[in-house]
C-alpha cells in the first residue's frame, strides 16, 4: 500500500508514490482514460500529483486540473514547474527570469484551477538568470501564497547547494529534487545525493522504470509491443532510445529470476529498488490505464533484502550509467531556442 513520507527538512508529507502525467495528459492518451488513470491513483491512496507546464504546452495542467476538480483540496497534494519554453515561446517565454516565473505560476494555477500549488519547480537550472533573481522570485511566490514550497529538478550538486543557501537567507524552503533515477540510471549517487542530505533536500525521482524498461517488456530481437513508449512518434520513443540496446535488454531479462524469488513483477521490483534509497521520498510513475496504478502501488511498501540488492547490482555491472557529469552534460547550458 501506499505510504506518506515527508518531502525534505519541511513538515510536508506526499504519497511515496506520485502520479505524474508527462507524454501522457493531453498528448499520447485521451481526457477520459487519462481522468480514469488519475482517479484510479487516488482510490489507491496516491494522494500526489506532479506536471508542468511544458507537458503538451500548458494542457497537461489543464487536463490534471479538471480531473481533480471537486476534489477535497487539502487532501492532494500538486506538484508543477517552470523552464522550458511555453505559450507563445517568445523571448521573454522560458528559463527562469523573474518574469517568466511569475507569468507562468499564474498559468499554471489558472490551468490547474487552483489557488496554490505545493510544490513549485525549477525544471531545469537557467545559466543565463542571475540565482538570485530566480530565488528571489521563488520567494515571492511563496510569501504571496501562490506555492507552499520550491523544489528544483536536475540540478547538480553545486547548484543544489545554491539554491539551499540562498532560499535560506530569503527565508523559504527547497525541499526536493526531481532526477531521473533507476536500477540502469544512477548519476544522482555519487555527488547530487550526498549534497541534498546535508541541505535537508529528498529526491522525487522520475523515470523508475527507465521509461518502461525495467518493466522486461521490451527484448531483443523483438519488435516493440504494440502501444508501447518506444512506438509512441510524439515523444515517448525518442526518450527512450538510450535503453533499448541489446546489451541492456539481455541485463534486464536477467532480473526476472530475482523479481520472481520475490514474488513480484520486474516493474515492482524497479519501483521498491528506488524507493529503498533513503534520501527518495517519493518515485513518479505514470499510467495509460488504471489497471496499470493497481500493479504499481504493490511496490509502495516491498523491502528488497540486501542480497537481492546485491545481484540486482551484479546482473546490473556492465550497464549501469553512474558518472555525476552527466547532470550538468545533459542539462541546457543555454536558454532553449525561441521564436524571434
Known amino acids: 500500500m501506499v505510504n506518506y513520507e515527508f518531502l525534505g527538512n519541511s513538515g510536508l508529507k506526499v504519497s511515496n508514490l506520485i502520479y505524474g502525467n508527462w507524454l501522457t495528459h493531453g498528448s499520447q ?3 477520459d482514460a487519462a481522468t480514469a488513470c488519475v482517479h484510479a491513483a487516488l482510490d489507491h491512496g496516491i494522494t500526489s500529483f506532479d506536471t508542468a507546464d511544458v507537458y503538451a504546452n500548458g494542457a497537461a495542467e489543464s487536463v490534471l486540473g479538471r480531473a481533480l476538480a471537486g476534489e477535497n483540496r487539502d487532501d492532494i497534494e500538486i506538484l508543477t514547474k517552470v523552464y522550458w519554453p511555453t505559450g507563445r515561446r517568445r523571448h521573454n517565454d522560458a528559463g527562469l527570469s523573474r518574469k517568466h516565473i511569475m507569468t507562468s505560476i ?12 505545493d510544490v513549485y519547480q525549477a525544471h531545469r537550472y537557467d545559466v543565463e538568470t542571475p540565482i538570485e ?3 528571489q522570485a521563488f520567494a515571492d511566490v511563496v510569501r504571496a501564497g501562490k506555492a507552499l514550497y520550491i523544489g528544483v529538478s536536475e ?3 553545486e547548484q543544489i547547494k545554491y539554491a539551499h543557501d540562498f532560499s ?23 555527488e547530487v545525493i550526498p549534497m541534498s542530505e546535508q541541505c535537508g533536500i529528498n529526491q522525487i525521482v522520475f523515470s523508475p522504470m527507465a521509461q518502461g524498461v525495467l518493466s522486461g517488456k521490451y527484448k531483443v530481437g523483438e519488435e516493440p509491443p504494440a502501444g508501447s513508449r518506444a512506438t509512441d512518434a510524439k515523444g515517448g520513443a525518442r526518450t527512450i532510445q538510450r535503453f533499448l540496446s541489446d546489451e541492456i535488454l539481455r541485463a534486464v531479462a536477467n532480473l526476472k529470476p530475482i523479481a520472481d524469488e520475490l514474488g513480484i513483477t520486474q516493474a515492482q521490483l524497479a519501483l521498491a529498488w528506488v524507493l529503498q534509497n533513503d534520501n527518495v521520498t517519493s518515485a513518479i510513475i505514470g499510467a495509460t490505464r488504471p489497471e496499470q496504478i493497481a500493479e504499481n502501488v504493490v511496490a509502495a511498501d516491498i523491502t528488497v533484502p540486501d542480497e537481492l540488492l546485491y545481484k540486482i547490482d551484479r546482473v546490473l555491472e556492465d550497464v549501469i550509467i553512474d558518472d555525476p557529469r552527466l547532470t550538468w552534460e545533459n542539462a541546457p547550458h543555454e536558454r532553449p531556442e525561441i521564436k524571434r
Do not use: C, H
Open 155 to 157: 540540478w547538480t550538486a
Open 106 to 117: 499564474d498559468n499554471s494555477l489558472r490551468r490547474l484551477g487552483t489557488d496554490y500549488v
Open 168 to 190: 535560506k537567507e530569503l527565508g523559504f524552503q527547497v525541499i526536493s529534487n526531481q532526477p531521473q533515477y533507476n536500477m540502469l540510471y544512477r548519476v544522482i549517487e555519487p
Open 29 to 31: 492518451v485521451e481526457e
Open 133 to 135: 533573481e530566480t530565488m
